[in-house]
Protein backbone atom coordinates (compact mmCIF):
# COMPACT_ATOMS: atom_id res chain seq x y z
CA UNK A 1 0.00 0.00 0.00
CA UNK A 2 0.86 3.33 -0.80
CA UNK A 3 2.77 5.13 2.46
CA UNK A 4 0.88 7.99 2.65
CA UNK A 5 -2.94 5.83 2.24
CA UNK A 6 -1.47 4.15 4.74
CA UNK A 7 -1.18 6.56 6.99
CA UNK A 8 -4.83 8.21 5.69
CA UNK A 9 -5.91 4.85 6.93
CA UNK A 10 -4.27 4.77 10.27
CA UNK A 11 -4.67 8.30 11.29
CA UNK A 12 -4.40 9.83 14.62
CA UNK A 13 -3.07 6.52 16.13
CA UNK A 14 0.19 6.27 13.64
CA UNK A 15 1.09 9.48 15.51
CA UNK A 16 1.83 8.13 18.43
CA UNK A 17 4.92 6.19 19.13
CA UNK A 18 3.89 2.60 18.50
CA UNK A 19 7.10 -0.02 19.05
CA UNK A 20 6.88 -3.88 19.40
CA UNK A 21 9.74 -6.23 19.88
CA UNK A 22 9.32 -9.95 18.95
CA UNK A 23 11.48 -12.50 19.60
CA UNK A 24 10.60 -16.72 18.56
CA UNK A 25 13.17 -19.07 20.17
CA UNK A 26 13.75 -22.82 18.36
CA UNK A 27 10.60 -24.29 17.69
CA UNK A 28 10.31 -27.71 20.03
CA UNK A 29 8.01 -29.13 17.79
CA UNK A 30 8.82 -31.62 15.11
CA UNK A 31 10.46 -30.06 11.96
CA UNK A 32 11.50 -30.43 8.83
CA UNK A 33 14.99 -29.26 8.45
CA UNK A 34 15.48 -30.12 4.94
CA UNK A 35 15.57 -26.79 3.28
CA UNK A 36 18.02 -25.58 5.99
CA UNK A 37 20.71 -28.24 5.57
CA UNK A 38 22.82 -25.42 3.77
CA UNK A 39 22.72 -23.33 7.09
CA UNK A 40 25.87 -23.77 9.48
CA UNK A 41 24.33 -24.40 12.91
CA UNK A 42 24.51 -21.59 15.44
CA UNK A 43 23.37 -22.08 18.49
CA UNK A 44 22.77 -19.28 20.99
CA UNK A 45 23.58 -16.67 17.89
CA UNK A 46 21.02 -13.96 17.78
CA UNK A 47 20.17 -11.71 15.00
CA UNK A 48 18.22 -8.25 15.25
CA UNK A 49 15.71 -6.90 13.01
CA UNK A 50 14.55 -3.25 12.89
CA UNK A 51 11.41 -2.30 10.86
CA UNK A 52 8.61 0.48 10.40
CA UNK A 53 6.13 -3.39 10.18
CA UNK A 54 4.22 -3.66 13.33
CA UNK A 55 1.67 -6.36 14.82
CA UNK A 56 -0.13 -8.16 14.07
CA UNK A 57 2.64 -8.80 10.76
CA UNK A 58 5.79 -9.25 13.35
CA UNK A 59 4.18 -12.38 14.96
CA UNK A 60 3.37 -13.50 11.22
CA UNK A 61 6.70 -13.34 10.18
CA UNK A 62 8.11 -14.93 12.95
CA UNK A 63 5.98 -17.70 12.67
CA UNK A 64 7.83 -18.09 8.82
CA UNK A 65 10.95 -17.85 10.42
CA UNK A 66 10.21 -20.24 13.18
CA UNK A 67 11.11 -23.12 11.20
CA UNK A 68 14.59 -21.83 10.51
CA UNK A 69 15.14 -20.95 13.46
CA UNK A 70 14.77 -23.78 15.24
CA UNK A 71 16.84 -25.50 12.58
CA UNK A 72 19.51 -23.31 12.83
CA UNK A 73 19.71 -22.67 16.38
CA UNK A 74 19.67 -18.72 15.94
CA UNK A 75 16.93 -16.36 17.41
CA UNK A 76 15.60 -13.85 15.88
CA UNK A 77 14.57 -10.91 17.75
CA UNK A 78 12.34 -7.91 15.26
CA UNK A 79 11.72 -4.26 16.74
CA UNK A 80 9.15 -2.78 15.08
CA UNK A 81 7.90 1.35 15.05
CA UNK A 82 6.37 3.79 13.18
CA UNK A 83 9.62 5.91 14.34
CA UNK A 84 11.36 4.06 12.12
CA UNK A 85 12.14 6.18 9.34
CA UNK A 86 13.45 8.80 12.23
CA UNK A 87 14.93 6.37 14.49
CA UNK A 88 17.26 4.16 12.04
CA UNK A 89 19.49 7.14 11.13
CA UNK A 90 19.66 8.42 14.75
CA UNK A 91 20.55 4.88 15.81
CA UNK A 92 23.49 4.12 13.19
CA UNK A 93 24.76 7.52 13.90
CA UNK A 94 25.14 6.55 17.60
CA UNK A 95 26.85 3.30 17.19
CA UNK A 96 23.61 1.16 18.19
CA UNK A 97 22.71 0.29 14.92
CA UNK A 98 20.34 -2.99 14.14
CA UNK A 99 21.94 -6.10 12.52
CA UNK A 100 19.62 -6.29 9.90
CA UNK A 101 16.69 -3.41 9.00
CA UNK A 102 13.67 -3.44 6.66
CA UNK A 103 14.17 -0.50 4.99
CA UNK A 104 10.68 0.93 2.64
CA UNK A 105 12.43 3.70 0.81
CA UNK A 106 15.28 3.09 -2.25
CA UNK A 107 16.43 6.91 -0.78
CA UNK A 108 16.63 6.21 2.95
CA UNK A 109 18.71 2.96 2.17
CA UNK A 110 20.91 5.67 -0.04
CA UNK A 111 21.25 7.64 2.42
CA UNK A 112 22.33 4.45 5.16
CA UNK A 113 25.08 3.55 2.63
CA UNK A 114 26.14 6.81 3.08
CA UNK A 115 27.35 6.57 6.28
CA UNK A 116 29.82 3.92 5.61
CA UNK A 117 27.71 1.81 8.27
CA UNK A 118 25.71 -0.72 5.34
CA UNK A 119 27.62 -3.80 4.64
CA UNK A 120 27.56 -4.71 1.07
CA UNK A 121 25.30 -7.88 0.42
CA UNK A 122 27.30 -11.09 0.51
CA UNK A 123 27.76 -13.87 -2.25
CA UNK A 124 25.06 -15.62 -1.54
CA UNK A 125 22.14 -12.92 -0.96
CA UNK A 126 23.56 -11.80 -4.87
CA UNK A 127 22.82 -15.43 -6.14
CA UNK A 128 19.35 -15.34 -4.66
CA UNK A 129 19.07 -11.54 -5.88
CA UNK A 130 20.18 -12.56 -9.68
CA UNK A 131 18.00 -15.88 -9.51
CA UNK A 132 14.74 -15.02 -7.65
CA UNK A 133 14.04 -11.14 -8.99
CA UNK A 134 13.79 -8.78 -12.16
CA UNK A 135 16.75 -6.83 -12.88
CA UNK A 136 14.86 -3.42 -12.25
CA UNK A 137 13.77 -4.89 -8.58
CA UNK A 138 18.00 -5.37 -8.18
CA UNK A 139 18.61 -2.05 -9.15
CA UNK A 140 16.61 -0.38 -6.43
CA UNK A 141 18.98 -2.22 -3.87
CA UNK A 142 22.10 -0.78 -5.61
CA UNK A 143 23.40 2.72 -5.02
CA UNK A 144 26.74 3.95 -6.58
CA UNK A 145 27.09 0.60 -8.62
CA UNK A 146 27.32 -1.46 -5.21
CA UNK A 147 24.53 -3.68 -4.60
CA UNK A 148 23.45 -3.63 -0.66
CA UNK A 149 20.04 -4.60 -0.23
CA UNK A 150 18.15 -7.76 -1.14
CA UNK A 151 14.15 -6.92 -1.61
CA UNK A 152 11.99 -8.37 1.19
CA UNK A 153 8.17 -7.82 0.95
CA UNK A 154 6.30 -6.47 -2.25
CA UNK A 155 3.02 -4.51 -3.22
CA UNK A 156 0.96 -3.99 -6.28
CA UNK A 157 -0.16 -0.66 -7.76
CA UNK A 158 -0.63 -1.44 -11.34
CA UNK A 159 -4.19 -2.81 -10.90
CA UNK A 160 -7.76 -2.38 -12.13
CA UNK A 161 -10.46 -2.54 -9.63
CA UNK A 162 -14.02 -3.95 -11.51
CA UNK A 163 -17.02 -6.58 -10.28
CA UNK A 164 -16.58 -9.80 -12.21
CA UNK A 165 -20.85 -10.45 -11.46
CA UNK A 166 -20.94 -7.00 -13.12
CA UNK A 167 -18.91 -7.67 -16.53
CA UNK A 168 -20.71 -10.77 -16.69
CA UNK A 169 -24.15 -9.14 -16.22
CA UNK A 170 -23.63 -7.11 -19.13
CA UNK A 171 -21.57 -8.84 -21.18
CA UNK A 172 -18.28 -7.16 -20.56
CA UNK A 173 -14.63 -8.91 -21.26
CA UNK A 174 -11.48 -7.79 -18.73
CA UNK A 175 -9.45 -5.95 -20.92
CA UNK A 176 -5.23 -7.37 -21.86
CA UNK A 177 -4.39 -4.06 -23.44
CA UNK A 178 -4.71 -0.72 -23.26
CA UNK A 179 -6.77 -0.24 -26.40
CA UNK A 180 -9.37 -2.54 -25.35
CA UNK A 181 -9.13 -0.89 -21.99
CA UNK A 182 -10.86 2.80 -23.33
CA UNK A 183 -12.96 0.60 -25.99
CA UNK A 184 -14.41 -0.79 -23.32
CA UNK A 185 -14.81 2.47 -21.36
CA UNK A 186 -16.46 3.76 -24.46
CA UNK A 187 -19.27 1.24 -24.59
CA UNK A 188 -19.93 1.27 -20.83
CA UNK A 189 -20.24 5.47 -21.49
CA UNK A 190 -22.55 4.25 -24.28
CA UNK A 191 -24.80 1.70 -21.98
CA UNK A 192 -25.33 4.98 -19.34
CA UNK A 193 -22.32 3.36 -16.95
CA UNK A 194 -19.59 5.28 -15.29
CA UNK A 195 -16.62 4.00 -16.63
CA UNK A 196 -13.97 4.95 -14.21
CA UNK A 197 -14.36 6.25 -10.29
CA UNK A 198 -11.35 8.03 -9.04
CA UNK A 199 -11.19 9.70 -5.45
CA UNK A 200 -7.90 12.07 -4.87
CA UNK A 201 -9.26 12.77 -0.74
CA UNK A 202 -7.15 11.83 1.83
CA UNK A 203 -6.88 14.28 4.24
CA UNK A 204 -3.80 16.03 5.02
CA UNK A 205 -2.11 13.43 1.81
CA UNK A 206 -5.17 14.72 -0.78
CA UNK A 207 -3.75 13.94 -4.35
CA UNK A 208 -1.55 11.31 -4.06
CA UNK A 209 -4.08 8.92 -5.77
CA UNK A 210 -3.51 10.39 -9.17
CA UNK A 211 0.16 10.77 -8.33
CA UNK A 212 -0.24 7.00 -8.91
CA UNK A 213 -2.37 7.63 -11.99
CA UNK A 214 0.54 9.42 -13.79
CA UNK A 215 3.37 7.12 -12.65
CA UNK A 216 1.77 4.19 -13.97
CA UNK A 217 1.50 6.16 -17.44
CA UNK A 218 5.13 7.35 -17.44
CA UNK A 219 6.73 4.09 -16.59
CA UNK A 220 4.19 2.38 -19.24
CA UNK A 221 5.28 4.60 -22.16
CA UNK A 222 8.37 5.47 -21.30
CA UNK A 223 10.49 2.61 -19.20
CA UNK A 224 12.94 2.85 -16.73
CA UNK A 225 15.42 5.46 -17.73
CA UNK A 226 12.81 7.85 -17.94
CA UNK A 227 10.79 6.99 -15.16
CA UNK A 228 13.67 6.86 -12.52
CA UNK A 229 15.02 10.14 -14.49
CA UNK A 230 12.04 11.84 -13.80
CA UNK A 231 12.65 10.44 -10.07
CA UNK A 232 15.38 12.44 -9.92
CA UNK A 233 14.43 15.43 -11.60
CA UNK A 234 17.35 14.90 -14.32
CA UNK A 235 13.98 14.83 -16.42
CA UNK A 236 11.86 17.56 -15.21
CA UNK A 237 8.01 17.81 -15.17
CA UNK A 238 7.72 20.00 -17.93
CA UNK A 239 9.57 17.00 -20.39
CA UNK A 240 7.57 16.57 -23.14
CA UNK A 241 7.52 12.75 -22.31
CA UNK A 242 6.06 13.78 -19.14
CA UNK A 243 3.67 16.02 -20.37
CA UNK A 244 2.37 13.96 -23.16
CA UNK A 245 2.10 11.17 -20.63
CA UNK A 246 -0.12 13.44 -18.12
CA UNK A 247 -2.28 14.27 -21.02
CA UNK A 248 -2.85 10.60 -21.07
CA UNK A 249 -4.06 10.53 -17.85
CA UNK A 250 -6.54 13.84 -18.47
CA UNK A 251 -7.52 11.83 -21.44
CA UNK A 252 -8.62 8.58 -19.38
CA UNK A 253 -9.40 10.36 -15.75
CA UNK A 254 -10.81 13.84 -16.88
CA UNK A 255 -13.27 12.53 -19.65
CA UNK A 256 -16.35 13.26 -18.78
CA UNK A 257 -17.93 10.77 -20.39
CA UNK A 258 -15.95 7.94 -18.62
CA UNK A 259 -16.11 9.40 -15.05
CA UNK A 260 -19.20 11.47 -15.35
CA UNK A 261 -17.95 15.03 -12.49
CA UNK A 262 -14.17 15.41 -13.19
CA UNK A 263 -14.09 18.01 -10.47
CA UNK A 264 -15.91 15.88 -8.18
CA UNK A 265 -12.90 13.09 -8.33
CA UNK A 266 -10.91 15.78 -6.14
CA UNK A 267 -13.36 16.37 -3.44
CA UNK A 268 -14.28 12.26 -3.18
CA UNK A 269 -12.56 10.18 -0.67
CA UNK A 270 -10.13 7.55 -2.15
CA UNK A 271 -11.61 4.83 0.09
CA UNK A 272 -15.51 5.66 -1.21
CA UNK A 273 -13.97 6.30 -5.08
CA UNK A 274 -14.70 2.25 -5.23
CA UNK A 275 -17.09 1.69 -3.37
CA UNK A 276 -19.76 1.41 -5.65
CA UNK A 277 -18.20 -0.89 -7.40
CA UNK A 278 -20.18 -4.00 -6.33
CA UNK A 279 -23.15 -3.00 -7.47
CA UNK A 280 -22.10 -1.41 -11.07
CA UNK A 281 -22.69 2.65 -10.05
CA UNK A 282 -18.62 2.47 -10.98
CA UNK A 283 -17.33 -0.13 -12.94
CA UNK A 284 -13.67 0.06 -13.01
CA UNK A 285 -10.99 1.91 -10.73
CA UNK A 286 -7.46 2.19 -10.99
CA UNK A 287 -6.04 1.34 -7.24
CA UNK A 288 -3.36 -0.81 -5.20
CA UNK A 289 -3.72 -4.25 -4.10
CA UNK A 290 -4.91 -3.28 -0.75
CA UNK A 291 -8.08 -1.53 -2.27
CA UNK A 292 -9.89 -4.93 -2.19
CA UNK A 293 -9.38 -4.67 2.00
CA UNK A 294 -12.06 -1.74 2.14
CA UNK A 295 -14.60 -2.81 -0.70
CA UNK A 296 -14.74 -6.18 1.55
CA UNK A 297 -15.78 -3.81 4.39
CA UNK A 298 -19.43 -4.00 2.82
CA UNK A 299 -19.51 -7.20 2.96
CA UNK A 300 -18.40 -7.79 -0.48
CA UNK A 301 -16.56 -10.81 -1.59
CA UNK A 302 -13.45 -10.56 -3.43
CA UNK A 303 -12.70 -13.53 -6.32
CA UNK A 304 -12.38 -13.91 -10.01
CA UNK A 305 -16.05 -14.77 -9.56
CA UNK A 306 -17.71 -12.36 -6.93
CA UNK A 307 -18.42 -8.51 -6.32
CA UNK A 308 -15.15 -7.41 -7.10
CA UNK A 309 -11.93 -8.06 -7.95
CA UNK A 310 -9.16 -6.41 -9.80
CA UNK A 311 -6.95 -6.97 -13.53
CA UNK A 312 -3.68 -5.71 -14.80
CA UNK A 313 -3.36 -2.52 -16.02
CA UNK A 314 -2.27 -2.81 -19.80
CA UNK A 315 1.19 -1.83 -20.72
CA UNK A 316 1.07 1.14 -23.49
CA UNK A 317 4.22 0.58 -25.04
CA UNK A 318 4.85 -2.79 -26.71
CA UNK A 319 8.67 -2.00 -25.51
CA UNK A 320 8.50 -1.56 -21.68
CA UNK A 321 7.70 -5.01 -21.27
CA UNK A 322 5.09 -5.78 -17.93
CA UNK A 323 5.89 -2.22 -16.15
CA UNK A 324 4.81 -2.72 -12.84
CA UNK A 325 4.50 -0.01 -10.26
CA UNK A 326 4.30 -0.55 -6.64
CA UNK A 327 6.71 -0.74 -3.28
CA UNK A 328 8.58 -2.93 -0.72
CA UNK A 329 11.47 -3.56 2.16
CA UNK A 330 15.08 -4.42 1.16
CA UNK A 331 16.67 -6.06 3.86
CA UNK A 332 20.01 -4.12 4.64
CA UNK A 333 22.99 -5.46 7.02
CA UNK A 334 24.52 -3.13 9.62
CA UNK A 335 27.15 -6.23 10.92
CA UNK A 336 29.02 -9.03 8.77
CA UNK A 337 28.88 -12.00 11.49
CA UNK A 338 27.99 -15.73 10.29
CA UNK A 339 24.33 -15.39 11.62
CA UNK A 340 23.41 -11.96 10.10
CA UNK A 341 24.92 -13.05 6.84
CA UNK A 342 23.47 -16.18 7.32
CA UNK A 343 19.53 -14.81 8.21
CA UNK A 344 20.16 -12.32 5.46
CA UNK A 345 20.67 -15.30 2.71
CA UNK A 346 17.51 -16.61 4.37
CA UNK A 347 15.68 -13.94 3.74
CA UNK A 348 16.15 -13.30 0.26
CA UNK A 349 15.77 -17.08 -0.16
CA UNK A 350 12.51 -18.71 -2.17
CA UNK A 351 12.14 -20.91 0.80
CA UNK A 352 11.49 -17.77 3.41
CA UNK A 353 9.10 -16.03 1.03
CA UNK A 354 7.05 -19.30 0.27
CA UNK A 355 6.45 -20.12 4.00
CA UNK A 356 5.34 -16.05 4.22
CA UNK A 357 3.28 -16.48 1.28
CA UNK A 358 1.52 -19.46 2.25
CA UNK A 359 0.02 -17.78 5.81
CA UNK A 360 -1.72 -14.78 3.79
CA UNK A 361 -2.00 -11.08 3.27
CA UNK A 362 1.87 -10.78 1.90
CA UNK A 363 2.99 -10.56 -1.50
CA UNK A 364 6.81 -11.09 -3.00
CA UNK A 365 8.53 -10.69 -5.83
CA UNK A 366 10.67 -13.42 -5.97
CA UNK A 367 9.95 -15.59 -8.44
CA UNK A 368 11.00 -18.77 -6.65
CA UNK A 369 7.47 -18.70 -4.79
CA UNK A 370 5.23 -20.73 -6.30
CA UNK A 371 2.32 -19.08 -7.14
CA UNK A 372 0.34 -21.99 -6.04
CA UNK A 373 1.31 -21.07 -2.29
CA UNK A 374 -0.73 -17.94 -2.42
CA UNK A 375 -3.89 -18.22 -0.43
CA UNK A 376 -4.72 -14.65 -1.59
CA UNK A 377 -6.59 -14.77 -4.93
CA UNK A 378 -5.39 -10.17 -4.81
CA UNK A 379 -2.07 -11.31 -3.62
CA UNK A 380 -1.71 -14.47 -6.18
CA UNK A 381 -2.92 -11.99 -8.72
CA UNK A 382 -0.34 -9.92 -7.90
CA UNK A 383 2.92 -12.03 -7.50
CA UNK A 384 1.87 -13.23 -11.36
CA UNK A 385 3.40 -9.51 -12.65
CA UNK A 386 5.62 -8.27 -9.46
CA UNK A 387 7.66 -11.52 -9.96
CA UNK A 388 7.63 -12.10 -13.82
CA UNK A 389 11.11 -12.00 -14.55
CA UNK A 390 10.61 -9.67 -17.26
CA UNK A 391 9.03 -7.08 -15.57
CA UNK A 392 9.67 -3.14 -15.94
CA UNK A 393 9.29 -2.74 -11.68
CA UNK A 394 8.97 1.38 -10.67
CA UNK A 395 9.24 2.04 -7.08
CA UNK A 396 6.30 4.59 -6.07
CA UNK A 397 8.10 7.89 -7.90
CA UNK A 398 6.34 9.97 -5.39
CA UNK A 399 7.47 8.46 -2.61
CA UNK A 400 11.27 8.73 -3.95
CA UNK A 401 10.57 12.28 -4.89
CA UNK A 402 12.08 15.00 -2.06
CA UNK A 403 8.89 15.18 0.00
CA UNK A 404 8.64 18.94 -0.54
CA UNK A 405 7.49 17.24 -3.91
CA UNK A 406 6.76 13.89 -3.51
CA UNK A 407 4.65 14.59 -0.61
CA UNK A 408 4.13 18.11 -1.10
CA UNK A 409 3.67 20.52 -4.68
CA UNK A 410 2.73 16.94 -6.15
CA UNK A 411 -0.20 16.74 -4.16
CA UNK A 412 -1.46 20.12 -3.97
CA UNK A 413 -0.61 20.66 -8.00
CA UNK A 414 -2.34 17.27 -9.15
CA UNK A 415 -5.59 18.17 -6.84
CA UNK A 416 -5.58 21.67 -8.42
CA UNK A 417 -5.52 19.94 -11.88
CA UNK A 418 -8.62 17.73 -11.18
CA UNK A 419 -10.40 20.10 -8.89
CA UNK A 420 -10.26 23.64 -10.57
CA UNK A 421 -9.10 22.64 -13.58
CA UNK A 422 -5.28 24.39 -13.87
CA UNK A 423 -3.67 23.61 -16.85
CA UNK A 424 -0.82 20.66 -16.85
CA UNK A 425 1.72 23.70 -18.46
CA UNK A 426 0.37 25.59 -15.01
CA UNK A 427 0.95 22.67 -12.63
CA UNK A 428 4.46 20.91 -14.14
CA UNK A 429 5.67 24.84 -14.14
CA UNK A 430 5.05 24.77 -10.38
CA UNK A 431 6.36 21.45 -9.08
CA UNK A 432 9.53 21.74 -11.17
CA UNK A 433 9.57 25.49 -9.24
CA UNK A 434 9.31 23.38 -5.92
CA UNK A 435 12.33 21.34 -6.55
CA UNK A 436 14.75 21.76 -3.81
CA UNK A 437 17.87 23.34 -5.15
CA UNK A 438 20.40 21.12 -2.85
Given at each position: M??K???AL???????????????T?A???V???????????K??????????L?P?L??LN???????????I??K?????Q???????????????????I?????????V????V??????????V????????????????????A????????????SPKQ????G????T????????A??M????????????????A??????????Q???????????????N????????????????V???????????????????????????????????????S??????AE?G??????G???A?????????????????G?????F?????V???????????F?????Q?????S?????????????????????L????????F?A???????V???????????W?G?G?SI?D????????????
Amino acid sequence: MKRKGLAALVGAAALSLVASLVTTTSASAAVNCDPYTGYAKMKGKTVTIFTSILEPELTTLNTAMSDFQACTGIKIKIEGSNQFEALLPVRVKGGNAPDLAWIPQPGLLAKMVETGKVVPAPKAVVANVDKYWSKSWKAYGTVKGKFYAAPFGSNMKSLVWYSPKQFKAAGYSVPTTFAQMTALADKMAADGKTAFCGGLGSGGATGWPATDWVEQIVLRDHGSAVYNGWVNHTIKFSDPRIVASMEKVASWMQNPKWVGNVKGIATTSFQDAGRGIPDGKCMMLQQASFYGNIIAESGATISPTGDAFAFYLPATNSKVTVPVVGGGEFTAAFAKRAEVVAVQAYLSSATFATSRVQLDNWISANSGVPLAAYKNPVDKLSATYLSNPKSTFGFDASDLMPAAVGAGSMWREFTAWFGEGKSIADVVKAIDASWPKS
